[in-house]
């Protein structure tokens, strides 16, 4: 009951809980109309960058639970608020909240406890949608407003990929579609008319630029493309003196690093004694020192500002651990429904990573199958996407449940095929 006819004062906000950045979106639920989008990094990150070490700290410290909830739910009132004043309104006009996220944030959010999730079979406390209200999660909007948490599909497939399942409408529609969401963890799935089968792979941080000695997310200073031609071509967010490189440009790199012959196709970065081969431009960007060992210079200072931005051998192993990690989950998904590479549709990618990939730089260091490059698609944020359709709609919410149950699962960590996949996709050769 609220004074007045507030009748017309309807909002919603639909969260996508995120390992690296929390995104909320602000919805006016008469018209549909997205009234604004926020996003932060997810302040959980001070207890570990990837969902592992969150659930490790859940199991090491009594208060560790408490800690990691309560640090997203901030994160989520904090946007909200900031999203509400943007738009004259106040918190308690809102009256329905959606959240996606893999099955650890999910849990994190509900302070669900997660230690089963860190070993095998990782069995989920919870994997149905869940519905509660606001005051009861700590969340600053309208008290009884309904809080929907979707579903998840297994330990490491969760709501998000759902939401992607559904904004993409992959799981009604014909044909062969292989969607991507690329992340600390990479979720996949293929669906063969309907019929769907997902798996995630443990990709590490590399893509989003962390475990990269001068990696960083994309912000300004980062280095987000980089072209290798007689020297190096570089990018810069913001148009500013290089600070650091971000997930695009770490893959940019190394692809053009590839295909110059800076790196050789088992990954080995190359010294300057090896480097005979390469243009004098190029020569001279190769260094070792003790510290970093064998690197490369991308980005110089410029007029003592910004600083030398270099690939280091580690680095470069971290993204091949990375792209031979998801590359395997694909050929394991594509035998299981004993598919080949030429049958498929459409490669879907996901996720703000998957916005500003170049595409041919994932073909060429083997991240991607080796489709025709107009068959693959950036689809942006899709579980964001899927999480404001089930805002707006109780029928979309019904079938992600029903699409949840459907979807099956396989666990790559205890099969041989991964295993033997993932060594074969080592390789920058393809």
Do not use: W
Not at 29 to 52: E, H, R
Not at 170 to 192: F, H, P, R
Not at 405 to 425: A, P, T
């Amino acid at each position: 009951m609220e004074p007045g006819d507030t009748s017309q004062q309807l909002y919603g906000i639909a969260v996508d809980i995120g390992t690296t950045s929390v995104v909320v979106a602000l919805m006016d639920l008469k018209s549909g109309d997205t009234l604004g989008v926020a996003s932060a990094s997810n302040p959980q990150a001070t207890f570990g960058a990837d969902v592992i070490a969150r659930i490790d700290h859940v199991i090491q410290n009594p208060e560790g639970l408490d800690q990691l909830n309560r640090r997203v739910v901030q994160a989520i009132n904090r946007l909200t608020a900031k999203l509400a004043k943007d738009n004259g309104i106040s918190p308690g006009e809102i009256y329905q909240m959606t959240v996606v996220g893999n099955t650890t944030m999910s849990h994190l959010f509900l302070k669900a406890d997660p230690t089963n999730l860190a070993t095998a079979p990782f069995i989920p406390v919870v994997s149905a949608a869940v519905q509660a209200e606001a005051r009861e999660l700590g969340i600053d909007i309208a008290p009884h407003a309904q809080v929907y948490v979707t579903p998840s599909i297994a330990g490491y497939v969760g709501g998000d990929t759902i939401g992607v399942i559904m904004s993409t409408d992959i799981y009604q529609k014909e044909g062969i579609y292989l969607a991507i969401d690329i992340g600390t963890n990479g979720e996949i799935v293929l669906a063969k008319n309907g019929e769907m089968i997902s798996c995630s792979t443990a990709a590490g941080p590399a893509f989003e630029g962390a475990q990269i000695k001068f990696g960083m997310r994309a912000a300004k200073g980062a280095i987000e493309r980089v072209v290798i031609k007689d020297d190096v071509e570089i990018k810069v967010i913001g148009n500013q003196p290089a600070k650091g490189i971000c997930g695009s440009g770490l893959m940019d790199a190394v692809a053009e690093m590839v295909r110059v012959g800076v790196i050789e196709p088992n990954g080995r970065l190359v010294s300057q004694e090896d480097a005979g081969h390469l243009p004098t431009n190029l020569r001279k960007r190769l260094g070792s020192n003790d510290e970093l060992g064998t690197y490369f210079i991308l980005a110089f200072p410029e007029d003592g500002l910004g600083e030398e931005v270099v690939l280091t051998q580690r680095d470069i192993r971290e993204l091949q651990l990375a792209k031979a990690a998801i590359a395997a989950g694909i050929q394991v998904l594509l035998e299981q429904l004993g598919l080949t590479i030429q049958e498929i549709d459409e490669v879907l990618l996901a996720g703000a990573f998957g916005s500003y990939i170049n595409k041919f730089s994932a073909l060429g260091i083997g991240l991607l199958p080796a489709v025709d490059p107009d068959k693959i698609k950036s689809v942006g944020n899709a579980a964001g996407a899927g999480a404001r359709k089930f805002l707006v709609s109780q029928e979309m919410r019904r079938e992600a449940e029903k699409v949840a149950r459907r979807v099956k699962h396989l666990e790559l960590s205890c099969r041989l095929d991964f295993q033997d996949r993932f060594v074969s996709c080592l390789s920058f050769s393809g």
